[in-house]
């Protein structure tokens, strides 16, 4: 009965044919790729021989998520994990990312619950595309970043931005440091080579050093809001804390120390060319 309904209405019968053929791909491709098939020819005889058949499975291409996080440096690839894992932990709906993954440092401290500053900071909310470009941010200048001091003091870096974040965040009463540590790399990276030329948005070409700020006057624009730049001043607040005592105060120090010297060795020399002189 179903055969002769099919037979009677072509447009049926082109549907089902079309849905059958699709469920059978779809049942092949769950199977996996179908090994290639490598003809062997013996020498007996030569093509009018007897072929030998004989099944070579195609090597499986590596996942391409996989591929990605193999590429990048190991302190930019574990923050981007945190991430994903933070991320996919607030979509199931298991916990609510709110009371369980905020910062709160009574319930840390005495609550035992040591989580809430690693989910705080890598926490950046539901999928959206300011999610989507704050992840590229962090992968692109947190690369740069850890490229260029190494992994090591990369890492040191991270656990230093943690703590300032945590005391500012708790002083100012915001729960999530995840942004604000997404700037403090980027003002970072931008003290690398903070003249260098770079693009900004619509074409712009702005100084290095400018794109912390420039991203916080997009981030207040986007959210049509000046408290969307409070993550940003904090990132920028802990990432200037620790390049002026690891970077600028070291500098300024050596050269203080080394200043008494440099004077008394022109003076030095002025001393001998007189006593020569007078000889």
Request: charged content about 15%; aromatic content about 8%; hydrophobic content about 50%.
């Amino acid at each position: 009965l179903v055969a002769m309904f099919l037979a009677s209405s072509p447009l049926l019968w082109m549907v089902s044919s079309c849905l059958l053929a699709w469920t059978r791909s779809s049942a092949a491709g769950l199977k996996g790729p179908h090994p290639r098939r490598v003809v062997l020819v013996s020498l007996r005889g030569g093509a009018g021989g007897k072929a030998k058949e004989e099944a070579v499975s195609s090597p499986k291409e590596p996942n391409a998520v996989v591929k990605l996080l193999e590429s990048l440096p190991p302190g930019v690839r574990w923050h981007c994990v945190g991430v994903a894992a933070t991320t996919t932990v607030a979509l199931s709906g298991i916990v609510d990312p709110d009371a369980t993954m905020a910062l709160d440092m009574p319930s840390t401290l005495f609550r035992l619950q040591l989580w809430r500053p690693l989910t705080s900071a890598c926490f950046l909310g539901t999928p959206s595309m300011a999610w989507a470009t704050t992840l590229y941010l962090l992968v692109k200048y947190g690369c740069e970043l850890e490229r260029e001091v190494g992994s090591a003091a990369y890492a040191k870096f991270l656990v230093v931005q943690v703590l300032l974040l945590m005391a500012l965040a708790t002083a100012l009463g915001v729960p999530f440091i995840a942004n604000s540590l997404v700037t403090a790399v980027i003002f970072a990276a931008s003290r690398l080579h903070p003249f260098a030329d770079i693009q900004f948005q619509f074409g712009i070409t702005i100084k290095y050093w400018m794109l912390p700020f420039g991203l916080m006057v997009i981030g207040m624009l986007q959210a049509q809001s000046v408290a969307a730049i409070v993550p940003h001043v904090l990132g920028v607040l802990s990432a200037h804390f620790h390049h002026f005592f690891a970077v600028v105060w070291p500098r300024v120090s050596k050269e203080l120390d080394q200043g008494p010297l440099l004077r008394t060795a022109p003076d030095a020399s002025l001393k001998k060319q007189k006593t020569t002189k007078k000889k």
